[in-house]
């Protein structure tokens, strides 16, 4: 009984991590396809949204059988208290990917984005994606530390989306309301999208060690 508990357990944590995958590979997309005003890749991130929808229900079907038929205590009960939660941050780091297709599907065959703000938005991608990726390792890992650095990683993240404010600001900005507004929406979905990175990691330190992080944030929307 205790090893088939165990290995439940463990296919929660492989779901958790197919998850946080999808959504990186979603974000990653997305970004190309908004910087090349490819429609094609638009179109495959908004279809392939079901399946990270498929992987979230299982997921917390399986959760909530583990609540409600095994009784876990202590570690275990964090374990599953914080996955639930985790599967609603990876499910809304897929809708921010999804956002950012949709509006370069709504753009097209115009880019949405000026090409003077084009760099700001490929290194908003790279941190994204890269943050994705860190998540996804401390999922696999329960390392505390490693969950740690991912704060410091969302800097990064932080300052391009204060520069691009800045830009947008400046008395030559020349390209519209349109613009500005694509422009202030994608800089919001890519820094809600790190913060959601940042939860993960908060709600992986707190399973491994009984402790929240001193620097609680408020919960991403």
């Known amino acids: 009984m205790r090893t088939a508990y165990q290995e439940q357990l463990s296919s929660l944590t492989v779901q958790l991590s197919e998850m946080c995958g999808l959504a990186g590979v979603a974000m990653e997309r997305a970004t190309q396809a908004l910087l090349q005003a490819d429609l094609a890749l638009a179109e495959q991130v908004i279809?392939?949204?079901d399946r990270l929808g498929e992987i979230r229900v299982r997921a917390e079907e399986a959760a909530f059988m583990l609540l409600a038929l095994q009784g876990p205590v202590a570690g275990d009960l964090r374990a599953i208290v914080s996955g639930i939660q985790i599967i609603a941050d990876i499910d809304r780091m897929g809708a921010l990917a999804l956002h950012v297709a949709k509006i370069a599907r709504r753009?097209?065959?115009q880019h949405a984005l000026p090409e003077?703000?084009?760099g700001y938005f490929a290194e908003m991608g790279r941190v994204a994606v890269d943050l994705a990726h860190s998540a996804r390792e401390v999922l696999d890992t329960l390392d505390p530390e490693k969950?740690?650095?991912?704060?410091d990683e969302d800097?990064?993240?932080d300052d391009l989306h204060r520069h691009l404010f800045s830009v947008l600001m400046?008395?030559?900005w020349k390209h519209g309301v349109t613009a500005a507004v694509d422009v202030t929406l994608l800089s919001r979905f890519y820094e809600r999208f790190a913060d959601h990175a940042v939860e993960i990691s908060r709600r992986v330190i707190f399973t491994a060690t009984g402790?929240?992080?001193e620097d609680n944030l408020a919960e991403p929307q």
């Open 147 to 151: 969950a740690r650095q991912i704060r």
């Open 107 to 109: 753009r097209h065959p």
């Open 116 to 118: 003077e703000v084009n």
């Open 47 to 49: 279809s392939e949204q």
């Open 155 to 157: 800097d990064a993240m």
């Open 170 to 172: 400046d008395k030559d």
């Open 211 to 213: 402790e929240l992080p």
